[in-house]
């Protein structure tokens, strides 16, 4: 089984300051790993998704997120947000093999102030 | 191409009645999935669908259950609904089985059972 925290629950930051939104996971399986976006009363919309390879992922709308693998983390980050980015972000994995199963954190509210 | 479809978008139920609700996939995509999201257990894993076979199941009871037509489309039926069933189904949609691709998610049914 797979478990996945999302540490904050909110995240308020100024427009144009960088941001971190952090995510760890416990899985004793090889997993993928991904983050998704919903904006109000929307789906949820994938920015990145972590495979295997490079340790940096780079995804839509300027955000990145590192994957280590020791510490079991995949943080995202971007470094100057505007106040479209509003939302609530979501790490997701899903385990090697397993099908289209996504085990979701608890979600980030990102709240970007002028 | 279309996204990923569902119907109706919000629904109001009263207790113990049945619901069924509709996602059409995005033109291609033979696999569904369904996840149910409340702001106390956050977005949790229902079922999945592939070439009208049930892949995956979460952990929901009996209640919960669904089915995938030969063009791809999915329905949910919850029976004899609980007060704890209100909250937004989404369903999701991804080209192949693997758990490496993306999923696709609609904008979901909100469902309110009073």
């Known amino acids: 089984a797979q478990s996945v925290t999302q540490l904050d629950s909110q995240v308020p930051v100024f427009e144009e300051a960088p941001v971190e939104l952090r995510c760890n996971y416990s899985?004793?399986?090889?997993?993928?790993l991904f983050w998704y976006v919903q904006y109000p009363n929307q789906g949820l919309q994938l920015l990145l998704k972590y495979l295997s390879g490079s340790t940096l992922v780079k995804g839509i709308n300027g955000f990145e997120a590192e994957f280590n693998k020791s510490q079991t983390s995949f943080h995202l980050r971007k470094p100057s947000v505007h106040i479209s980015d509003t939302a609530e972000y979501f790490c997701?994995?899903?385990?090697?093999?397993?099908?289209?199963?996504?085990?979701f954190g608890t979600g980030t509210q990102l709240k970007v102030e002028l | 191409k279309a996204g990923v479809t569902q119907t109706p978008r919000y629904l109001i139920k009263t207790r113990g009645q049945q619901v069924t609700l509709s996602c059409s996939p995005i033109s291609g995509h033979r696999s569904v999935s369904w996840y149910q999201q409340t702001p106390g257990q956050g977005l949790q894993f229902l079922f999945e669908y592939f070439s009208e076979t049930q892949r995956n199941k979460g952990n929901f009871p009996g209640r919960f259950s669904g089915r995938q037509f030969s063009n791809s489309r999915s329905e949910m039926n919850v029976s004899t609904l609980e007060l704890g069933d209100s909250a937004l189904y989404l369903c999701a949609s991804s080209p192949r089985e693997q758990s490496y691709n993306e999923q696709f998610f609609g904008p979901g049914t909100r469902l309110t059972v009073l």
């Open positions: 997701a994995v899903s385990e090697t093999g397993g099908g289209n199963k996504l085990t």
């Open positions: 899985s004793s399986v090889s997993v993928y």
